[in-house]
């Protein structure tokens, strides 16, 4: 059974990527936008964003009066990266089929932190306790 599969709220988290080669993985601050509301406010009139937000469930996201320019990264209901794009403000993003949650970060976040197609990521319930760097570039 997938993490996807009981109701989520609102709250806080880590994101953790997995490391290459047995690595440790990297934890990066994570807001959960699990309610409607939260949702469709997303990162909506911010500047910047400390780590990641995760939208659950959800397939596609669009950047409509975004003022800034966003990496996504869909995951499917194991938690797997199924696609990763940047988008600029202003764009709509098509549906992906096998996507159940999409994580959103600062344009060239999911590069740093190794969040790529076929990487696998986990999520923590919680209060952040993130590694340096992990956060704001």
Excluded: C, K
Excluded at 16 to 37: N, Q, T
């Amino acid at each position: 059974m997938g993490w996807g599969r009981r109701r989520r709220r609102d709250g806080e988290g880590v994101l953790v990527v997995e490391g290459r080669g047995g690595a440790a993985g990297l934890r990066v601050p994570l807001e959960i936008a699990a309610s409607y509301r939260a949702r469709s406010r997303g990162l909506l009139g911010r500047d910047s964003v400390e780590g990641a937000m995760l939208l659950t469930p959800a397939n596609s996201v669009h950047t409509f009066r975004m003022r800034m320019a966003i990496d996504v990264a869909y995951l499917d209901r194991r938690l797997t990266v199924v696609a990763v794009r940047t988008m600029r403000p202003g764009r709509l993003g098509l549906p992906r089929l096998r996507a159940r949650h999409v994580l959103e970060a600062e344009a060239g976040a999911m590069g740093q932190w190794g969040v790529r197609v076929g990487a696998r990521v986990e999520i923590e319930e919680g209060p952040a306790t993130p590694d340096r760097g992990a956060g704001r570039r």
